[in-house]
């Protein structure tokens, strides 16, 4: 089927002011689960690895007990898919994988480093470099956009807490495979808001202003969009790929120029006083910020796919709200049972703020249900243990109804053995993508979903 | 808190002794190892130049590099420097811009550079802000008339400074067009004039740097207004001046001597203070920027001590980048730096009472190793000895350290209570698979023992325990042997062949956009003997970089 751009139907219409509402239905139906509620995915990361030893007190498939720092978790045991000890399997890269933190961080695109970005690890003479694909969450967004004509962004990226963007901390790639390219996330919820939510008057001289913008944009993006593919044919190869990645973001920003939400649920939030967004001391209120801007995002359906990040993989954040005074990556590094009681306490800390947004899905209503019944929430770390960078032992909890996908309320053992890029094509399949069998590097690929999972 | 000095004597002999363990005079070009037609293996910058690769003009890559964030504030203030009020406005519509991926410690190489769609709306959301102040400037306009012959003139006059080389008849014509769509929908003059900066701000001919080049004998060299750009955004991270747009008018900018005396100019302006970027990027100081300490540990703290660190070394690295010979040592090793009364007071020295910063001495630091760059990653409550080690052998020495191994325990703090930091990281060195790499960076990190994670001298650590700042330096190429603390370290990283070529590696990282490869060995042993003929001299430099073939020249387009 042809797929109709927004940008044509407002055209076509004759009019700049057509409604969402009247907009989504000229929209054809792009795909077999665009006619059913839409299932979503929500990647939420944590930092600097736990203690493997101390995630559970029993590991029954049913009769499984959360230890102490998973216990805010207890409430919603039967909502939850527990996976433990999947294997990144970083090792088979050789000398073409960065420091544990640095290849963990990234887990969510599986493949080799590159070169030429930073001086620890890699091979003899050669500085390591970012990872050389893409992401599992701007590729799932990118194929959820390409089926969905209607939606506005492939995915959204949020990391709380550091505005500097480094090799230690940026967990989204574009790609394509084998290229280096890390998505630097909005780290401002204030900006991410007004970013991505219009929700404007409707008088007369409000709606003759938004023309004007709408008009002035439009015109400007297709004089650059000509202008930037004129300069394409005067360049080299290399020169040419940068300004296509430049023209896809003028095209991603063109699908986003119409104003108007969609669903009755789609409804403005006050974000209260402004905070620092990078003083430590702001962490929770700002995360709890972001919690809110993915659920109306999800509740406004202007996108299926985003990238939570509690804080950069390496984060060396001061706990001083848990009375710490060291650096959480600091404390990572340290082995005394000391240190460990700390790094419990910050992750039942992370983990009760997870399940604040468990609660802010329950609590909008869609479709019979709530948004939590239609959304994959995707728990990971950078690390299995922090102080030994283990990698052969990662956790990941799959949590949200998610479309009755999964059978829930199970743990499972994966004895190090499956991988962590395995349950990555597990989550393409759950957004509809059968299609996919592997995700990433062949050698941290089984070629097939995680086992057992399915409801 | 009082400050140390030490003998001269001790110091001259030690002098002596680190001149006697200097092996590496001449340095060598990395890679430069190519076997040449007599089966000679080139290394030292001589044998590199008069190498076969050298014998004609051997540009590296020149890689369409987009403005970084700096460089398009920079660029900017420059183009609007008319408007009134810009410096605010461009604040207020920069201040959301994502920062750029870091590569290698900088944040303007040409790979890590792509617009993803945040950084382009981030663009247009700066541009709509910009526009209307634009617009509302008589004298950016240049005329009066109000219709389509001043927007036409306008596209020309200020396309030319936005586009930093003349527009094309067919560029003309486009972004007119813009002025016409707004006229057609009966939009004023001023509106008109908005839309067309609105695009231009947005235009890749504005956010990139683009080069095509042409023909130069055998070879193929930047234009005119590219080598402009070339030089206004190696010395002033911005936009070329009038006189640089005058020289390429006249055809000049092409050869050495002329870009010499056009670099020599710029030194002496101003904007040529706009070269602190490379600085707080190579020295860590924008990562004061996330300086946390402990209040408790570290009371009496001025609130804004990083701001206070920030500018010290600033006037102490402008200072020697304005005199000709202030050099590479100088920055290493000076016992002097720049206070106002407010950081005087931290650092517990008498007699300073201004609020500008001002030359005072300091016996017993040593340049920026004490400066703020020492402690921007050291640790809320005590100092890193790790952290600061790996700063000076990563960045200073640009080595390579090995990645911890994975699933080892890293069991630093249970190796006993009542140990220093120090002696806890000896211990851990017994065990091998540990000691590879952290021989690599404690033995340089203790050294910095004498100063807290705020920057203050101290003859006791955290723990009430006397410092001790003496090492061996080992695995370098002439820095390894004993030092006393870090007035001598600085002596010897001043003395070390390697720190030089060091800091040349760092200067064409961050100033050519891009990592070195070995298909830059001429400009790399050009820059190499520039800067020992001008006796490490930090503005020679700069104009050394302006002599490259790098520079000169740039690769033959790749055939269709």
Redesign the interface.
Same mark, same amino acid.
């Given at each position: 089927m042809k797929r109709l751009s927004r940008r044509t139907l407002l055209r076509g219409g004759g009019g700049l002011a057509l409604s969402l509402p009247l907009l989504e239905a000229m929209l054809p139906s792009a795909s077999a689960q665009a006619a059913d509620t839409p299932r979503r995915i929500l990647f939420e990361f944590k930092a600097n690895g736990d203690q493997t030893a101390r995630r559970f007190t029993a590991t029954g498939e049913t009769t499984f007990a959360f230890d102490e720092f998973l216990a805010p978790l207890e409430p919603y045991r039967n909502e939850l898919l527990i996976l433990n000890k999947l294997n990144r399997r970083y090792n088979t890269l050789g000398d073409k994988r960065s420091d544990g933190h640095q290849q963990g961080g990234a887990s969510l695109a599986p493949w080799e480093s590159g070169e030429g970005s930073y001086p620890i690890g890699g091979k003899e003479g050669v500085t390591i470099g970012y990872v050389l694909g893409p992401s599992a969450d701007h590729e799932i967004g990118d194929r959820v956009l390409q089926a969905n004509a209607g939606l506005k962004y492939r995915h959204l990226v949020y990391r709380v807490g550091q505005k500097n963007n480094d090799i230690w901390n940026m967990s989204s790639h574009a790609g394509p495979v084998g290229t280096q390219n890390p998505i630097q996330p909005e780290t401002d919820p204030y900006a991410a808001y007004a970013r991505i939510f219009t929700f404007g008057a409707d008088d007369a001289a409000a709606k003759a202003a938004i023309e004007k913008r709408l008009l002035k944009k439009q015109s400007a993006l297709d004089l650059v969009l000509e202008e930037a593919g004129s300069l394409q044919s005067k360049l080299g190869s290399a020169d040419k790929a940068r300004i296509q990645l430049h023209m896809d973001a003028l095209r991603d920003i063109e699908r986003t120029l119409s104003s108007g939400n969609g669903s009755v649920a789609c409804q403005p939030f006050d974000l209260g006083t402004k905070l620092d967004p990078y003083n430590d001391d702001n962490h929770e209120a700002i995360g709890k910020l972001f919690q809110k801007i993915s659920v109306l995002a999800f509740a406004c359906d202007l996108t299926r796919s985003i990238n939570f990040n509690w804080s950069g993989n390496t984060s060396n954040r001061v706990y001083r709200n848990l009375g710490f005074t060291d650096g959480h990556h600091d404390i990572s590094h340290d082995s005394a049972d000391e240190a460990f009681v700390k790094i419990r306490a910050i992750h039942k800390h992370l983990w009760t703020m997870s399940t604040a947004l468990y609660e802010s899905l329950k609590a909008v209503p869609e479709a019979g249900g709530t948004l939590w019944d239609n959304t994959l929430v995707v728990h990971w770390n950078e690390l299995g243990q922090g102080d030994t960078h283990s990698e052969n032992d990662a956790m990941v909890i799959l949590a949200g109804g998610a479309g009755n996908y999964f059978k829930r309320g199970r743990y499972l053992d994966f004895l190090n053995k499956s991988t962590f890029a395995d349950m990555l094509v597990t989550c393409f399949q759950y957004m509809g993508f059968t299609d996919v069998m592997k995700f990433g590097d062949d050698r941290l690929n089984d070629g097939a979903p995680l086992p057992g999972l399915t409801a | 808190m009082s400050s140390k000095i030490l003998p001269i004597a001790l110091l001259a002999a030690l002098a002596a002794a680190v001149y006697g363990c200097q092996g590496d005079i001449e340095g060598s070009v990395p890679g430069g190892t190519t076997t040449d037609a007599s089966g000679a293996s080139p290394q030292t910058p001589e044998q590199v130049l008069a190498s076969s690769m050298c014998k004609k003009p051997a540009p590296g890559a020149a890689? #369409?590099r987009?403005l970084s964030n700096a460089e398009y504030r920079n660029t900017v203030q420059d183009l609007l420097a008319d408007v009134a009020g810009v410096g605010p406005a461009l604040d207020s519509a920069s201040k959301?811009f994502?920062?750029? =991926?870091? *590569? #290698?410690g900088f944040r303007n @190489? !040409?790979?890590?550079l792509?617009? *993803?769609? #945040?950084?382009?709306?981030g663009y247009?959301d700066s =541009?709509?802000a910009l526009s209307p102040l634009a617009a509302a400037t008589p004298s950016l306009i240049g005329c009066t008339t109000q219709d389509a012959a001043c927007a036409k003139q306008f596209v020309e006059s200020f396309g030319k400074r936005a586009f930093r080389r003349p527009l094309a008849a067919d560029?003309v014509t486009?972004?007119t067009?813009?002025y016409d769509? !707004?006229a057609a929908?009966g939009?004023d003059f001023k509106?008109g004039i908005?839309?067309i900066v609105?695009?231009m701000l947005? *235009?890749?001919?504005f956010?990139?740097r683009?080069e095509?080049g042409a023909p130069k004998g055998s070879a193929y060299a930047p234009s005119p207004y590219e080598t402009a750009n070339r030089l206004s955004y190696l010395i002033w991270q911005s936009m070329p001046d009038q006189t640089l747009f005058d020289a390429a008018d006249r055809g000049e900018l092409t050869d050495k001597k002329q870009i010499e005396t056009q670099a020599r100019r710029m030194l002496k302006d101003p904007k040529a203070s706009r070269l602190l970027e490379y600085f707080d990027q190579w020295l860590d100081i924008?990562?004061l !920027?996330?300086f946390?300490r402990?209040a408790?540990?570290y009371a009496d703290v001025p609130a804004n001590l990083p701001d206070l660190l920030k500018a010290e070394t600033h006037a102490y690295v402008n200072e020697l980048l304005q005199s000709p010979s202030g050099s590479l040592s100088d920055l290493l090793t000076g016992q002097y730096s720049y206070l106002n009364a407010a950081l005087a007071k931290h650092y517990g020295i008498s007699g300073v009472s201004s609020t500008d910063f001002v030359r005072v001495d300091t016996p017993g630091r040593s340049g920026v190793l004490t400066q703020g760059m020492m402690l921007s990653r050291d640790?809320?409550?005590r100092t890193s000895i790790v952290r600061r080690g790996l700063k000076v052998r990563?960045d200073m020495l640009?080595?390579?350290?090995? !990645?911890?191994?994975? @699933?080892?325990?890293? @069991? #630093?703090?249970?190796l006993g209570d009542g140990l220093t930091q120090r002696e806890r990281l000896e211990k851990h060195r017994t065990n091998a698979s540990c000691a590879g790499c952290h021989t690599l960076m404690d033995p340089i990190g203790v050294v910095f023992e004498g100063f807290d994670a705020v920057g203050r001298q101290r003859t006791v650590d955290e723990g009430g325990k006397p410092v001790d700042t003496s090492s061996t330096i080992a695995a370098t190429r002439d820095v390894d042997g004993p030092v006393a603390g870090v007035v001598e370290l600085g002596q010897s990283l001043a003395n070390s062949q390697e720190v030089r070529d060091c800091y040349v590696m760092q200067s064409f990282r961050f100033f050519y956009g891009r990592?070195y490869t070995t298909a830059d060995q001429c400009s790399m042993a050009q820059l190499m003997i520039a800067f020992r003929d001008g006796k490490q001299s930090l503005s020679e430099l700069m104009v050394a970089l302006t002599q490259t073939d790098q520079f000169l020249y740039r690769p033959a387009?790749?055939a269709p």
């Open positions: - | 890689p #369409l987009r959301d994502v920062d750029e =991926a870091e *590569s #290698l @190489n !040409a790979d890590f792509g617009v *993803s769609s #945040l950084i382009a709306q247009m =541009a709509e560029e486009r972004y067009a813009e769509k !707004a929908k939009y509106t908005e839309w609105f695009s947005q *235009s890749t001919q956010l990139y683009v095509l924008d990562h !920027a996330t946390d402990d408790n540990v640790k809320p409550t990563l640009c080595e390579k350290v090995p !990645a911890p191994p994975n @699933n080892v325990q890293l @069991n #630093l703090e249970a990592d387009p790749e």
